[in-house]
């Protein structure tokens, strides 16, 4: 299985300010047909399921603020939040969807500070 | 408008059977693979397995092979998580999702049920 490790598991970040968000893979991801990363970005708020924010690594989802961007290099993976909203308050979640079991990081609970 | 609507939540005791449902609307249910998602209580998401409405073809996670068995009923865009004997470790909830395609690629799952919470103890 492709084991997916987020960092750091809690942050907490001024309004205002950006927050990042790791995510690191076992193994490369990456479709060589189509040349895109099978990695996706979820946002839980508590009581609600995920809500899908970027997918192949940095495609944005439609009707997800351009506050949230993703980026790779390799096996790493950022999301990173311009600007935070007090309606960021979340757990993300990061998810590879290149090779079942698609698993699932252990998620980053994001506070304001 | 895509919804995936799930069955209200569950109270079992050990050893019970349970059949959850996930409903589609708004879309080719047959088309899109749906996801089964486990989160046990203030923990993460762990992925449990995906099922194609089309010819019911499922890939389980080793975590959950044997444990538990997906199916669908296309004539009522209705997808099932099932177990045959439960246990209390199984309280959770569960969510189903779509895995959603963009340009003819997969991009993660899109859409989300609201969950069902399966609760069980003696």
């Known amino acids: 299985d492709i084991v997916m490790t987020q960092s750091p598991d809690s942050l907490a970040v001024s309004l205002g300010e950006r927050a990042t968000i790791n995510c690191k893979s076992s193994q490369s991801v990456l479709y060589s047909s189509n040349n895109k990363n099978y990695l996706a970005w979820y946002q839980q708020k508590p009581g609600q ?40 308050v979340a757990v993300y979640h990061c998810q590879q969807y290149y090779t079942t079991p698609y698993t699932f990081g252990q998620g980053t609970k994001l506070e304001i500070k | 408008e895509v919804q995936l609507v799930q069955s209200g939540a569950e109270m079992r005791k050990p050893g019970e059977s349970l059949k959850i449902s996930c409903k589609g609307s708004g879309y080719s249910f047959a088309s899109s693979w749906i996801g089964w998602v486990r989160q046990m209580p203030g923990k993460g998401l762990e ?15 080793p975590s959950f092979q044997g444990q538990v068995t997906f199916s669908v009923d296309k004539s009522i865009s209705t997808a099932y998580l099932q177990w045959s004997s439960l246990k209390a470790s199984d309280t959770a909830m569960y969510y189903c999702a779509r895995l959603g395609r963009g340009s003819g690629l997969h991009r993660g799952f899109d859409y989300w049920g609201q969950g069902t919470l399966v609760t069980v103890s003696s």
Do not use: H
């Open chain 1, 49 to 88: 399921p995920p809500k899908l924010l970027i997918y192949w690594a940095s495609a944005r989802e439609s009707g997800v603020p351009d506050r949230f961007s993703g980026s790779e290099s390799g096996t790493d993976f950022t999301l990173t939040i311009s600007n935070l909203q007090a309606e960021d």
């Open chain 2, 47 to 61: 992925w449990m397995g995906i099922i194609y409405p089309g010819d019911s073809d499922a890939k389980y996670s």
